[in-house]
C-alpha cells in the first residue's frame, strides 16, 4: 500500500520516519542519517509530512515542499498526548503521524527564510538587551560594596562610572576599579552592537509594507511591527482576532467544572518576546494618562480608575494584539477611534 501520511522525528544527526497508509496500518518505520534524509523523501511519492515545530523544522519544511510533499508543522505540546508508554524517536514519529491525522490538530505555517532571517535579527538583540542588563546589574552590585549608588537606569551608567574615576584608593582600590572599567567597557561594546542591530531592524522595516501598516497603530514601533510580521506572517492562520490573543498568552486562564466557571490570570503562553513588546508598548499608551498635554481615551482612564496599572497595560496589550491582527488580514492602516458626541442636557 502507498504512504499517505509520514511522521518525521526531527534531530541533529538520526531522524526516524513513520508512514502509514490511507487504512492508517504502519508501512513504513526507518531511521534515517541527515545525509540520507532527502534522497530518500526524494524517491517516495508526493505524500503528507508532520513534523514538530522545533529547531530546524523550518528549514527542513521548505526542502520537503520543493519535492513536490505536503508538509505540516505542529505544536510539540499537542504531539505529547499521543506518546505511548516510553519516549523514544521510533515512539515520537508514531505519535507526530497520529496527531496529524486528527481532524482538529492545529498546524503552524512554515516561515520563509526572509522571516527567519528577521527573526535571527530580534533573537540577537535580546540576548545582547539581556547581557547588558546582566552587566549593569552586576556594575551596581560591585560599586555598591564601596558605598556608591545611583539612580536606576542605564542611563545613569555613564555617572556612575565618573563618580567612580573620582574615588580614591582608600576608598576603590585600584584593582577594583580596574575591574569594573572593564564591565563598563563591555556595557559600552554591547549598546553599539544592541545599536547596529536595531538599524538593520528599522532598515528592513521600512521595506517591508506589512510593518510599516502595523507601526501606524498606538504603541507599535518598527521593533515590534518587524517581529509581528516576521513571526505571524500574512496572520491567516488565526480563524479570529482572539485566537491570535490566545496564542500571544494575552487570553485568562479557563477552569470549569459543571457549572463553575473560574477565569484566572493570563496563560502567558506562545511567545515570551512578542507578548513582552506588546506589553512595553501598552505601558506607553497607559503612561500617557498621567501627561497633562495628552488627552487619555475614556474607555482607558475608566479602565485604569477600576483595575491596576499592569493589569491595564495588559489589556491594552490585549486590545493591541487584536488591532494588529485585523489590520494584516485587512491590509488597512491603523484606524482612530471616532470619539461619541455628547448627548445634549
Known sequence: MPVVTVGLDLANTVFQAHGVDAAGQTVLRRRLGRSELLAFFAKLPPCSIAMEARSSAHHWARELVILGHDVRLIPPQYVKPYVKRNKTDA??????CEAAGRPSMRFVPIKSRDQQAVLVLHRSRSLLVRQRTA??????????????????GR???????????????DHLPAIACQAINTLFDHIDVLEEQIAAVE??????????EDSLRLATAPGVGPITASAIVAAVGDGRQFQSARHIAAWLGL?????????????????????RYLR???????????????????TPRPWLLALAARRPTNVTAVAVAHKTARALWAMLTREEKYHKPILAAPSPA
Open 155 to 169: 542611563y545613569r551608567m555613564s555617572e556612575l562610572r565618573q563618580r567612580m574615576n573620582t574615588m580614591t584608593p
Open 276 to 294: 513582552a513588546l506588546l506589553i512595553h508598548g501598552a505601558r506607553a499608551i497607559v503612561g500617557t494618562l498621567f501627561r497633562k498635554n495628552v
Open 199 to 208: 538599524r538593520q531592524i528599522v532598515e528592513w522595516h521600512k521595506s517591508n
Open 135 to 152: 552587566s549593569i546589574n552586576a556594575v551596581r552590585g560591585l560599586v555598591g560594596e564601596f558605598g556608591l549608588i545611583t539612580s536606576k
Open 91 to 96: 515512539a515520537d514519529a508514531e505519535a507526530i
Open 251 to 271: 487570553t485568562p486562564r479557563m477552569h470549569a467544572s459543571g457549572k463553575k466557571e473560574r477565569i484566572g490570570r493570563i496563560s502567558k503562553g506562545g511567545d
